[in-house]
Nanobody
Framework: QVHLVESGGGLVQAGDSLRLSCVAS????????LGWFRQAPGKEREFVAT????????WYTESVKGRFTISRNNAKNTVYLQMNKLKPEDTAVYYC?????????????????WGQGTQVTVSS
């Protein structure tokens, strides 16, 4: 069992920045990657970014490339999502999740445990 807790969400204006954090606890030794997903009102949850615990390989969805940066602190079992130049379309509940798989890391079904989510609202 892995427990995930997100934090750092809030209400900001377009162009502002936020940093989300996700702390993992429990049986984290077998986790291969930790990802961020988001769900906007009336839309399906979508992939945002992911990072592998070991090699630090990263993947991003196209719409956030150049604006968002995912990073990790293995000693703290924490993954961060630095979000810059936020846009109103980034408004969503952001979830972190862990995967024990080494493939298809942009797919929700590859993730086993999920956090409760943190709200990010970007006003225009």
């Amino acid at each position: 069992q892995v427990h995930l807790v997100e934090s750092g969400g809030g209400l900001v204006q377009a162009g502002d920045s936020l940093r989300l954090s996700c702390v993992a606890s429990g049986r984290t030794s077998s986790n291969y990657a930790l990802g961020w997903f988001r769900q906007a009102p009336g839309k399906e949850r979508e992939f945002v970014a992911t990072i592998t615990w070991g090699g630090g390989m990263t993947w991003y969805t196209e719409s956030v490339k150049g604006r968002f940066t995912i990073s990790r602190n293995n000693a703290k079992n924490t993954v961060y999502l630095q979000m810059n130049k936020l846009k109103p379309e980034d408004t969503a509940v952001y979830y972190c999740a862990v995967s024990n798989l080494q493939f298809r890391l942009t797919v929700q079904g590859s993730y086993d445990y999920w956090g409760q989510g943190t709200q990010v609202t970007v006003s225009s």
